[in-house]
């Protein structure tokens, strides 16, 4: 889930089951090995796949388990061809969607996005519906871990970063999307050691939702990334801590 805190999904993922934790680990297997079948087993001269074995050794997935990703993706071992794919939708309370998939299926997948938006009065948009409602960035989460928060900014735009922001027990550093390994190497190289790095769909502008609008937005998005075909789900919701918590 992603909304106006990028950190609380992060401790959503910390909080999984095993069973989510697993399904999880599924979601980070497909991007390194789509990232391996598109620019190499290297993660030194192929930044996708670098992001993707950090983030999978961040969610502490076993090593074993992402050289056999890669080795899938170079085509060394037998594996799934998987397409990038983004679908457009609206959720309750008007809030926009976007979709991003791994799929070997497309067909399968839109029909299975657009069943849970169907039961969760969602609806499937056409492409560019809601995509001018979002810019797209790299997002860098640091923990805090007791930091200035003034010090960590200096060093942060020092390094190239266009926006930064502390949310909760985090620093959250904004790239352009060119610019997040090259901002992520410089950031570690001060001490500012990234837990996860992703490339996201940042609301230019955000809605707010309440009651029982925020209660089935929240569901809607967990429906959907509960397919396995599902990446993550950016929104550009606002919603309060406690109407989170109660949902």
């Not at 060394?76 to 309750?92: I, N, Q, S």
């Not at 735009?157 to 909760?168: N, Q, S, Y």
Request: charged share 30%; net charge negative.
């Amino acid at each position: 889930m992603a909304g106006h805190s990028k950190w609380k999904q992060i401790k959503h993922y910390k909080a999984a089951t095993d069973k989510k934790r697993n399904a999880l680990f599924t979601k980070l297997i497909r991007e390194i090995h789509t990232a391996a079948k598109q620019g190499g087993g290297d993660p030194d001269g192929n930044p996708r796949l670098r992001t993707a074995i950090d983030n999978a050794k961040a969610q502490s997935m076993p090593k074993e388990n992402i050289e056999r990703a890669v080795l899938k993706g170079t085509g060394e071992l037998e594996g799934v061809d998987y397409v990038d794919v983004v679908y457009e939708a609206y959720g309750p309370g008007g809030v926009a969607l976007m979709i991003q998939a791994l799929t070997d299926n497309p067909t399968r997948t839109v029909a299975e996005v657009r069943a849970k938006l169907t039961r969760n009065n969602g609806n499937l948009g056409a492409v560019n519906s809601v995509a001018f409602m979002f810019d797209r960035k790299g997002q860098i989460v640091v923990p805090a871990n007791g930091m200035d928060e003034d010090a960590a900014m200096e060093k942060a735009l020092e390094c190239g970063a266009e926006d930064f922001v502390k949310e909760d027990e985090a620093f959250v550093v904004t790239t352009a999307p060119g610019d997040l390994h090259a901002v992520r190497g410089a950031l570690e190289k001060v001490g500012l050691k990234a837990e996860q790095t992703e490339l996201a769909w940042i609301p230019k502008n955000t809605v707010r939702v309440e009651g029982t609008a925020a209660d089935s937005l929240l569901k809607l998005i967990e429906a959907l990334e509960e397919l396995d075909d599902v990446q993550k789900v950016d929104a550009n919701f606002d919603m309060d801590e406690s109407e989170m918590s109660q949902a």
